[in-house]
């Protein structure tokens, strides 16, 4: 089993929408409607952001959004805000009950 | 509130054991239908997911660290614990644990410790 695929860096100026990405294979991101974003800011514990793809946890602001096609799933963050600048982490269940996550992608607000 | 707390030695050989417990307080394990896990953040890299167990006391395992790696839960302290053994300086990392609803719906991680460094150096 490999990570998933992530650009290391994304970037957007306050207000506007940025898109990361998390690529995968068949047997994971592409095999199940099971992926989850993370947001992780320096020296913080990890965030759950997203989960089953699309799904918002009770508290996590509208302007961040998931999809999948294919083998690659999407987080948008859409409204930039300036507290959005942090390391996000894809994950996805990938058979076997096991699990994976992806290498992570520093979103910088410009 | 549920919490969850990471103890262990910070400081572990190389091909020692290492041995962490995470004390889950607000809940209890045996009784909430809940999966409880391991995850590992190398220093400036990305997460891992190491294993997790069920409440009922089954275990899963990332595939690349089965064979070294041990999860159990301590009903009567309401901890549960990680042992990796044969250990290089590879491992060294953060060291989360954190509860899950499910396994196959992709982890769900909802609640984290706040993560303990483990370093391996003789």
């Known amino acids: 089993q490999s990570a998933l695929t992530q650009p290391p860096s994304a970037s957007g100026s306050p207000g506007q929408s940025v898109t990361i990405s998390c690529t995968g294979t068949?047997?994971?991101?592409?095999?199940?409607?099971?992926v989850s974003w993370y947001q992780q800011h320096p020296g913080k514990t990890p965030k759950l952001m997203i989960y089953?793809?699309?799904k918002r946890p009770s508290g996590v602001p509208n302007r961040f959004s998931g999809s999948k096609s294919g083998n690659t799933a999407s987080l948008t963050v859409s409204g930039l805000q300036a507290e959005d600048e942090a390391d996000y982490y894809c994950s996805s269940y990938a058979g076997g009950n096991s699990l994976l996550f992806g290498g992570g992608t520093k979103l910088t607000v410009l | 509130q549920l919490q969850l707390q990471e103890s262990g030695p910070g400081l572990v050989k190389p091909s020692e054991t290492l041995s962490l417990s995470c004390t889950v307080s607000?809940?209890?394990?045996?009784?909430?239908?809940?999966?409880w896990g391991w995850v590992r953040q190398p220093p400036g890299k990305g997460l891992e997911w190491i294993g997790s167990?069920?409440?009922?006391?089954?275990?899963y395992h990332n595939p690349s660290l089965k064979s070294r790696v041990t999860i159990y839960v301590d009903t009567s302290t309401n901890q549960f614990s990680l042992r990796l053994s044969s250990v290089t300086a590879a491992d060294t990392a953060v060291y989360y644990c954190?509860?899950?609803?499910?396994?196959?719906?992709?982890?769900?991680?909802?609640?984290w410790g706040q993560g303990a460094l483990v370093t391996v150096s003789s």
């Open positions: 607000g809940a209890s394990i045996s009784s909430s239908p809940y999966y």
């Open positions: 068949s047997s994971d991101v592409g095999g199940y409607n099971y």
């Open positions: 089953e793809v699309s």
């Open positions: 954190a509860r899950h609803p499910c396994l196959v719906c992709g982890g769900n991680f909802d609640y």
């Open positions: 167990i069920y409440y009922s006391g089954n275990t």
